[in-house]
C-alpha cells in the first residue's frame, strides 16, 4: 500500500513537473512552478537513494559502501551539475553551503532534539566522531584557503588553486574511504545503519537506477529552470534560494532516515548520516563539480562569499563541540537549530 | 564584626558616592569620583547578591536556582541600563565585552591559579563543562553573526537581524535553565555552589532585595556620570572604560566567590560562577538590553568591534581548551592570565 | 664508519659552503650555492643537536631538559638572527611560520603517518597533549593580537604591544618549562624522548657545542646570502622561500628524530618533539627575535600576513584536532600532509 502511494507520487510529480516545465504561464505560475518541481525532487531523491543501496547491496558490502558513501548525495550533486552547465556558480556554491550546513545543523539538530525527547541521553563512537570532526576540519580548512589567498590572487592563480585543491580533496576522500572501510573498519562501526533486505531483484535494481538517474536529470533541471523567476517574484536572493531552499529539498532524504535512527536510539547512524553526508559535499561533490566545470569551458573557483564560510566553519564548529563528548541530549539539539535559525535568517536578509 | 564592617562600608561608599555626584568639582575631582563610585559599586553589587541569594532560598530549589541564574548579574544590568539609556551603546558593548572576557580570563584565571597553588591538580564534571563550551559557542556565534553580516546590510536590517537573534538567544537561555534545572539536573550538577543558611528573615530578605536594587540603580547611575570625565582626564578610551575598569568592577562578586570556591578545592563551583556569569551576559543581559533599547526610541545593535569579537572569541577558545579535559593545575591559570593581560594591553593601547 | 661520514660530511659541506660564499659566480651559480648552504645547515643543526643533548646530560636532567627545550631550535635562531640583522623582517616571519606549520603539519603528519602504516593504532599521554594544545591557542592568540589591532594602530603603538607581547610570552614559555620540568614533571611524561649514552667527555662536548655554534652562525649568514639571488632566478616570492624551503632545511632534524620515534612505537615522544619545536618557535624564538631586533636600531613588529596568520591557526586547529583524543592512525597523518600540501600550493602561488 505504502508502496504504491510513493510509485504514484513518483510518477505524478515527474509528469506534473514536465508539464508545468513546457507548459509554463499562466496555466503554472513561478510559484506553482517551484514547489511541483521540489516535490518531484523529494520524491526522486528517495527512489535513487532506495535504488543506489539495492545495487549496493548487491555489489558485496564493500563496494556497496563505497557506492553509498559516493553516490548517496547523486540528487545533489545532479542538481548541482545543471547550475554548473548554466554557469550559475553563486548558487552551486550557495547550495554546497546550504547543503553541508543543512546536513550539520538542521538534520542533525533534528535527529539529536528528536531523538533526546525520548531518551535522556544517547551515546555513539567517540572514536568515529573524532575522525569525522578532524575530516570536517579539513573540508572546512579547504574552503577556507582559496577565499583567503584569492584577494591577492588574479583569477587564473585562483582558479588553479581551486582545480588542485579539488584534486587534493578528492584523492584525501577517497583515503578515507579506503580507511573507513578497509583499514580500520571494525574501530569505527559501532552501529550500522540499517539497510534491510533490497526491494528488488539485481537486474531490476540496476535498471531502477538508471531510471532514476534519468528522472533525476529531468527534474534537476526543471526546478534550477524555475529558480530564477521564483526568486524573482518573492524578492529573494540567490544565495538564500541556493543555500536554504534547494538545499532543503535536496536533503529530504537524510531528514527522513536520520530522525528514524536517532528515534531508534542509533545516534551513531544519524551522526554518520548527517555528517557523512556533509563530508562527501564537502570533499567529494564540490571538488567534482569545480572538476566538471572544466569541461563546459568556465572553471568554477572554490572562493565561497564571507557569508558562506561564516556559516560552515559556525556550523563545523558547533557540530565539533556537540559531538566532542560522545553523547547528546535534548539541548545540544536545540542548540544546532538556534545556529541554524539564526543563520537562516541573516541569509534571509541579505 | 564582619557583618558591620560591611555594613558601614556599603552605607558609608553609597552616601559619599551620592555627595561626589551631587557636589562635584573642586571637591571632588573625577579621579575621586569615580573610585568612590567604583567602591560603591562595589559593595552593593556584593549586598544585592547576598539578597538575591536569600530571597532565592526562600523561593524553593528550582524557583531560586532560576532567580540566581537570571538576577546574579543584575548590577551589570542595571550599569549597562543606564548606559543603554544615555545612549552609550558602544560603551555598553564594551562593558559586555569586558564582562565576558573577565569572567573567563580574570575570574577564573585567578581561581585556578590560586586553587592550583594548593591542589597539584583539580576536576570537575567534564559534562557540564562539555555543555557550557558548546553554549559558549553559540554565544561567540550569536554575537559574531550580526557583525559578519552588517557590512552588506543597512542599518534598518541589522538593527532587525539584531533584534530577532535577542528574541532567540532569550529562549535559547531559557530553555538552557530548564534543561540544566529541571530535566538533566542530576547529571550535570555533581557539586554545587555552597549557599549556606540565609543571613535574613524572607521578609527582611525581599525588602533588602528591594532596597538593594534600588541602591544599585543610583550608584551606576553615579557612575556613569563620572566616566567621560574621568576617561577623559588619564586619556583612556571607552573601549579601555567599559571593557576593563569597569567590567573588573562589576565582576568583583564573582572574583571573591569563586577564589573562595577554588581554595575549597570545590572547582566545579568556581567554573559554574566564572562560566555561567559569561553565559548569562552573552546570552541574556546583552539580548535584554537589545530589547530595553527599542523603548528609548534608539535601537542598539548586537554589532560588536572587531577588537570585541576577538578578545570575546580568543576568551572562549582558550577557555574551551583548559576546561575540556575536566582538570586544571596552576599552569592552565596562567594561560588564562596571560591571554587577559595580553588582550588588556591592546585595548589600552587603541 | 657511520660517524665517519657524517664527520666528513659536516666539515666537507662547511668547507664547500664558504667556498660557494666567497668565490660565488660564475663557478657557483645562485642554485648551486643555495643547495650547497642548505646540506651544509642539515648537517650542522645536526651536529648541534648532538653537541647541545651531549652538554645537557652532563649538566643533570633538570638543566639538561632546559637546555634542549631552550636551545632546540638553535640553528632556527641562530638562522633568523642574520635575517633579522640584515632587517628582513619578512623573511624572518615567514620562516617563523614555515617552521611552526613545519612541525606541526610536515613532521607530525609525516611521523604519524609512517608510524600508522607500522601499527594500526598509537597512543600517547592525552594530560600532556591537552596542555600543549592549551599552549599553542596561547601561541596563535599572541600572534593573531597584533596583527587584528595593528590596523587602528600607529607603526610607534604595534612595535610597543609587539614588545610587551614577546616579554609576556618569554615569561609564560619559561612557566610552562618550570611546570613541565618540576612541579608536574610526572603527570606530564609517560615516555621520554630517548636521548642514549652521549658521544664525548664533558669538556669535549663543551667544545663541540661551541665550534657547532659558530659553524651554525657562518653556514646561516652565507645560506641568507644566497636567497635573494635564488628566489629571484626561479621567481619565488619570499613568503614561500622562508616558510617553506628555509623552514624544511631547519627542522631536518626534527624529521628524522620524530620518524624514529614513531616507528618505535613512541608516538608521545614524536608529539613532544613536533608540537614541543612549534612551541619552542612560536613562544621563545619568535619573541627572542623581536627583542634582539631592537638592538639593531629597528623593532621588528609581531604582525604576520592574514596568510601566516590563516597558516598557523589552521595547523594549530587541525594538530589539536587530531592530538585531542591521545590515539593516532595513518589516516590522521595523511589530514595533516594534506593541509600542509595545500598550503604549500597556497603560498607558492602568491
Known sequence: ?????????????????????????????????????????????????????????????RMGGFLNATFGNAAELI?????????????VKASITGSIIGNMLLVLGLSVLIGGLKYKEQRFNVKLAGHSASLMMLAVIALFIPASFA?????????????????????????????????????????????????????????????????????SEWLV???????????????????????????????????????????????????????????????VLVLASLFFGKTMDLVFTSFELVAIGVAAFIAKSISQDGTTTWYEGVLLLVVYLILGIAFFLV
Open 1 to 61: 500500500m505504502k508502496r504504491y502511494g510513493f510509485t504514484i507520487g513518483l510518477i505524478g510529480s515527474f509528469i506534473l513537473s514536465g508539464a508545468a516545465h513546457y507548459i509554463g504561464a499562466p496555466v503554472f505560475g513561478p510559484t506553482a512552478q517551484f514547489l511541483i518541481a521540489a516535490v518531484a525532487i523529494i520524491f526522486v531523491a528517495g527512489f535513487l537513494g532506495k535504488t543506489t543501496e539495492s545495487v549496493a547491496h548487491y555489489a558485496g558490502e
Open 79 to 91: 542538481i548541482a551539475f545543471f547550475l554548473v552547465k548554466d554557469g550559475m556558480f553563486d548558487v
Open 151 to 219: 584577494r591577492s590572487f588574479t583569477k587564473m592563480e585562483t582558479a588553479q588553486l581551486s582545480v588542485i585543491v579539488s584534486v587534493i580533496l578528492i584523492i584525501a576522500y577517497l583515503l578515507w574511504l579506503f580507511f573507513s572501510m578497509v583499514t580500520h573498519k571494525n574501530e569505527l562501526s559501532e552501529e550500522a545503519v540499517e539497510h534491510g533486505e533490497p526491494a528488488w531483484s539485481k537486474g531490476t535494481s540496476i535498471l531502477f537506477l538508471i531510471i532514476a538517474t534519468v528522472m533525476v536529470a529531468f527534474d
Open 225 to 287: 529552470g524555475t529558480l530564477e523567476s521564483f526568486s524573482h517574484q518573492y524578492g529573494l536572493s540567490e544565495l538564500f534560494v541556493g543555500a536554504f531552499l534547494i538545499a532543503i529539498v535536496g536533503n529530504a532524504a537524510e531528514h527522513s532516515a536520520a530522525i528514524i535512527m536517532a528515534r531508534k536510539n542509533k545516534m551513531g547512524a544519524a551522526f554518520e548520516i548527517a555528517i557523512g553526508s556533509s563530508l562527501q559535499i564537502s570533499l567529494f561533490v564540490a571538488p
